[in-house]
């Protein structure tokens, strides 16, 4: 809410600015350094032809060996700057004409693998020394971002950054406003539970009557990711779409097509949701992904589930699971070594912890993000979140902004009298 206001407030009084959540952010920085990285092996293909060509110059062989080692230097000097260039893309892009960011507004900073962790130093220290303004938010102090001691000594250069140039501020409260809100009484009920008869012919009704408001129509569709992939939406209907637990966090699936539906959807119906522990980690950590992206998209959510929203996840009763799973965005290999190997060593680079990957196999961080999950999950109940709906999701905005184009659009044409 405080990001939502300072930003709102920003609005028409600075002409560069950028607000982005965490997994936008790690999207758009990968498919940036993917572009970036693509160009430079193209143009390296390209120089080692320039290489051979010097190499057949009637010079001293000294002199070419010379040119030769200048070429290879500039290679490599273009590689290790991907991501200050990638930093570059969220400043001022004159070249594309588009707007980059004075003040870069970051919702949520996390270090959840080892990709984030290089990613968000490289990038904010670069911004932050060319005099952009960062503010940002996080469930936890900068300190404490890297519970697993990832890459600690590139984590431990990032906090330093950032304590040079920010100020931490702690808002912090041992009170669930959210809970307190959502004790106002609502005309429908938006979270169906425990899996029997009665709850499943409810969520049934409530598909009908949501559906009819939009046209009653239900189609099958195909909505785009990114990097050229696409999800199959089974049911749709007008901005409504539903799907089951399984299909949405049951499969390699991710960010990407959570942010997919959210801009695709207002309304999102799940069914079939499990209570959840670490025998389904993998599962979980989707299902809190996908809670995240519905929440800052400002969705309609419909649930239902075998249990309460407070009992969903039932931590480590199970024991302590680790899944490998939960490593697919980082690199196959870190360092020449294994994923395996690197869990079994406790470290990921130079510097890591062996009591780094506590946290990861007890579960803890699923834990703690869990309690934000459930949270959201109680807000996104409440009739203030609700209302807000109809004005705050992407598809009501680009609404909202193509009617008063129009309207701008039919008064300049209007003869003047």
Same mark, same amino acid.
Not at 14 to 37: G, Q, T
Not at 301 to 311: E, G, K, M, Q, Y
């Given at each position: ?190 979270? !169906? ?5 009665? =709850? /499943?012919?409810?969520? &049934?009704?409530?598909?009908? #009557?949501?559906?009819?408001?939009? *046209? ?96 969903? !996840? ?5 024991? =302590? /699971?680790?899944?490998? &799973?939960?490593?697919?965005? #980082?690199?196959?290999?870190?360092? *020449? ?81």
């Amino acid at each position: 809410m405080l990001m939502d206001m300072f930003y709102s407030a920003t609005e028409g009084i600075l002409k560069h600015r950028r607000r982005f959540h965490f997994h936008e952010a790690m999207l758009e920085i990968n498919e940036r350094m993917h572009k970036i990285w693509k160009n430079q092996v193209e143009e390296k293909s390209s120089q080692s032809g320039i290489s051979s060509w010097i190499m057949n110059l009637p010079f001293d062989t000294k002199v070419k060996e010379w040119l030769a080692a200048e070429e290879r230097y500039k290679q490599e000097v273009q590689m290790k700057n991907i991501l200050p260039a990638v930093a570059d893309k969220f400043l001022v892009d004159r070249r594309a004409d588009q707007r980059g960011a004075s003040i870069l507004c970051f919702d949520e900073i996390q270090t959840v693998d080892v990709f984030a962790v290089v990613a968000l130093s490289g990038i904010v220290s670069r911004l932050l020394s060319t005099g952009t303004v960062l503010v940002a938010t996080s469930n936890r102090a900068p300190k404490d971002l890297n519970q697993d001691g990832m890459q600690w000594e590139i984590f431990l250069n990032f906090i330093s950054k950032l304590e040079q140039h920010c100020d931490n501020v702690l808002i912090g409260s041992e009170i669930d406003y959210r809970r307190l809100v959502s004790k106002r009484p609502i005309d429908q009920v938006h979270y !169906f539970w425990p899996l029997d008869s009665i =709850t /499943l012919e409810e969520f &049934e009704k409530m598909w009908c #009557e949501v559906t009819n408001q939009f *046209g009653g129509r239900i189609t099958s569709n195909t909505i785009p990711v990114m990097f050229g992939r696409t999800l199959e939406v089974c049911e749709s209907c007008n901005g409504v779409a539903r799907f089951t637990f399984d299909y949405l966090c049951g499969r390699p699936v991710g960010a990407a097509d959570y942010i997919a539906v959210a801009n695709n959807y207002h309304t999102i119906f799940i069914s079939d949701i499990p209570v959840m522990s670490m025998r389904i980690r993998d599962k979980a950590r989707r299902f809190i992904t996908l809670i995240d992206e519905l929440y800052n998209h400002h969705c309609c959510l419909f649930c239902s589930a075998a249990a309460s929203i407070d009992d969903l !996840f039932q931590g480590t009763e199970e024991g =302590t /699971l680790f899944d490998l &799973e939960s490593f697919q965005f #980082e690199t196959e290999i870190e360092g *020449g070594k294994l994923r395996r190997n690197v869990l079994a060593e406790g470290n990921v680079g130079s510097g890591g912890a062996p009591a780094g990957i506590i946290s990861m196999l007890s579960g803890q961080e699923e834990i703690f993000a869990f309690r934000r999950a459930v949270s959201r999950l109680i807000e996104m109940q409440t009739p203030s979140y609700l209302e807000g709906v109809h004005y705050l999701h992407p598809s009501f905005q680009n609404q909202y902004q193509k009617s008063e184009n129009d309207h701008a659009c039919n008064l300049q044409s209007q003869p003047s009298s």
